[in-house]
Antibody, heavy 122, light 112 residues
Framework: QVQLVQSGAEVRKPGSSVKVSCKSP????????MSWVRQAPGQGLEWVGG????????HYAQKFQGRVTITTDEFSTMAYMELSSLRSDDTAVYYC???????????????WGQGTLVTVSS | DIVMTQTPLSLSVTPGQPASISCKSS???????????LYWYLQRPGQSPQLLIH???NRFSGVPDRFSGSGSGTDFTLKISRVEAEDVGVYYC?????????FGPGTKVDIK
């Protein structure tokens, strides 16, 4: 099964930022939306936000507004999620997941990346 | 935001026996286009979530036919007709009728 390829694990100090990348082998993000979902240790799945590359529109979950920036580089088939002002409770595995259509709504998420562990610790 | 709830939160099943998971949404997931945007995922231990069911009852490519989904509006069910060892993991329902996309808390399934 095709899987998105994410960048490796990161360790950051509280207050700093992290940028995670996601690559779609053999395809582009020109037409499909991309979401980022996180999973804290032992916890469930939480949608962070997403981007509609066709219109360069982003949507973020309210709790991350002002701290997260999701972008794509359509020419290199990469998507990025940057999270700033990191806190210890941001420690989680962050997944990228591609929508089955151009919009974040009304589409399923598949495939997913393998996940990137971000650890926030002093 | 649409709140998704699941019951039970954990389930221990004898191989070969059926299993059923309920998912409820705080708002109807029926869209004006006639489709209902409810999905089921399985996250096996140490793996990324994988799509099982889309739009309530449609099995995704490669998903065994022992998995089935049903429901409408705000009440949905995932059924496994005969649980196998490889079905162990956490099952999530998810809605995409509006952003933010939201997930249920997950139902952990293990084998007796």
């Amino acid at each position: 099964q095709v899987q998105l390829v994410q960048s490796g694990a990161e360790v950051r100090k509280p207050g700093s930022s992290v940028k995670v990348s996601c690559k779609s082998p053999g395809g582009t993000f020109r037409s499909d939306a991309m979401s980022w979902v996180r999973q804290a240790p032992g916890q469930g799945l939480e949608w962070v936000g997403g981007i509609i590359p066709m219109f360069r529109i982003t949507h973020y979950a309210q709790k991350f507004q002002g701290r997260v920036t999701i972008t794509t580089d359509e020419f290199s088939t990469m998507a990025y999620m940057e999270l700033s002002s990191l806190r210890s409770d941001d420690t989680a595995v962050y997944y990228c997941a591609r929508s089955s259509g151009y919009h974040l709504k009304n589409n399923w998420l598949d495939p997913w990346g393998q996940g990137t562990l971000v650890t926030v610790s002093s | 935001d649409i709140v998704m709830t699941q019951t039970p939160l954990s389930l221990s099943v004898t191989p070969g026996q059926p299993a059923s998971i309920s998912c409820k949404s705080s708002q109807s997931l029926l869209n004006s286009d006639g489709k209902t945007y409810l999905y089921w995922y399985l996250q096996r231990p140490g793996q990324s979530p994988q799509l099982l069911i889309h739009e309530v009852s449609n099995r995704f490519s490669g998903v065994p036919d022992r998995f089935s989904g049903s429901g409408s509006g705000t009440d949905f069910t995932l059924k496994i007709s005969r649980v196998e060892a490889e079905d162990v993991g956490v099952y999530y329902c998810m809605q995409t009728i509006e952003v933010p996309l939201t997930f249920g808390p997950g139902t952990k399934v293990d084998i007796k």
